[in-house]
């Protein structure tokens, strides 16, 4: 039977990090889906400056990912209702609660379990492995 893995993230102005992340998440299974964050769900930092659909796309080109999807607008668990994982992947410093979700799987009746991936070890002094950090370097190096 095949084991489906979810991964989920914003993915704006991907990097090392993401690849890392995302190789993880395909390794802890057969077959990766990545949801890709909306625009209004990302309240915990600044708003993506890529549009959901071009963030879906790059994700989509990456070898180990499967399929990319655009998360839903409202409710996170939909397109896990959806897909019926049979794990979740949660990135090294994603804000959510492992127990929380696992709590709700068990609400909505789906059977699948939640791991942590790990985080990216630098392999160079200079690689800037966040989102946020590239886009302060943007702003130093070219204002
Ligand atoms: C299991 C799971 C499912 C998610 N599904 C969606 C979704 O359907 N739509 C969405 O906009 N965000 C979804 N998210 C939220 C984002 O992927 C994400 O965690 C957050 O908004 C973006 O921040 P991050 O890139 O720092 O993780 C989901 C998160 C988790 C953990
Ligand atoms: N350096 C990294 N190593 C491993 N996983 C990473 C790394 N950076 C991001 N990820 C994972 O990739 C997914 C998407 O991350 P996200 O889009 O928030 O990127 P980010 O670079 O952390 O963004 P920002 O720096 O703007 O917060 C998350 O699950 C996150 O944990």
Redesign the pocket.
Known sequence: MTKTVI???????V????V???E?AAAMGDELYVIV?RKAN?DH??T?ICPATQRRDVVNALEAVDEAILGHEEDIFVPIEEIDPDVI??????HHDDAQIEAELERRGLECTVER????E?VADDEI???????ERILEQRS
Do not use: C, M, N
């Not at 990097?15 to 993401?18: A, I, N, Q, R, V």
């Not at 992947?89 to 994603?94: C, E, F, K, Y």
């Open positions: 991964a989920q993230g914003t993915f704006d102005i990097h090392p990090g993401h890392h992340y995302l993880e964050a990302v930092k600044e993506p992947a949660l990135g090294h410093d994603q991936a790990s985080g990216r630098s492995l966040s989102t946020r950090l590239i886009i």
